[in-house]
C-alpha cells in the first residue's frame, strides 16, 4: 500500500467518525434557565423526557425517542431535561423515576400530563398528535 492509499485512509476514518458524532435528532436539550422561555411561556405542544443519561431504561428508550422526535419534527415539540445537570427542574415535577415524560399543551396553565404508554415511536407519535 503506497502512502498516498494510506494517507486518503486515514483522512476516510477521521471523517466518518466526525460525521457519527453529529447528532441530528430534533429533540432540543433544555435546562433551568431555558424550560420556561422554552416550554411554558410558548403556545407548542411538548413532549418532555426527564432523564439521566446513563440509566439503562434511558438508553433503550433513546432509539424510538429519537425516530419519533424526528418524524414529529414541526408539529409537536421534543424536550430532553438531564436531571444531573437540572435538579431543581426535576424537582419541581416531582420526578418519581427515569425516563419520566410529561405532555405540555399549547394552554400551559392546565398541568403537564404523564405519559404512560408503550416506548415506541408510534405510540410517542400518537401521544404527540393527541396532546390539547
Known sequence: MDRSTKVFILISFFFLSVISNFNLV????LFDCTFDQAVM???DKWIV???IPQ?????GL???WDKASANMCG???FGEVNCQNCPELCSKYKVPHFPYILQFGPDKTKEPVQYKGAWSA????EAANQIA
Open 62 to 64: 433513546k432509539p424510538e
Open 49 to 51: 423526557q426527564f432523564l
Open 122 to 125: 408510534g405510540a410517542l407519535e
Open 75 to 77: 408539529k409537536v415539540k
Open 55 to 59: 440509566c439503562g431504561a434511558v438508553k
Open 26 to 29: 430534533h429533540a432540543e436539550e
Open 41 to 43: 411561556k410558548s403556545q
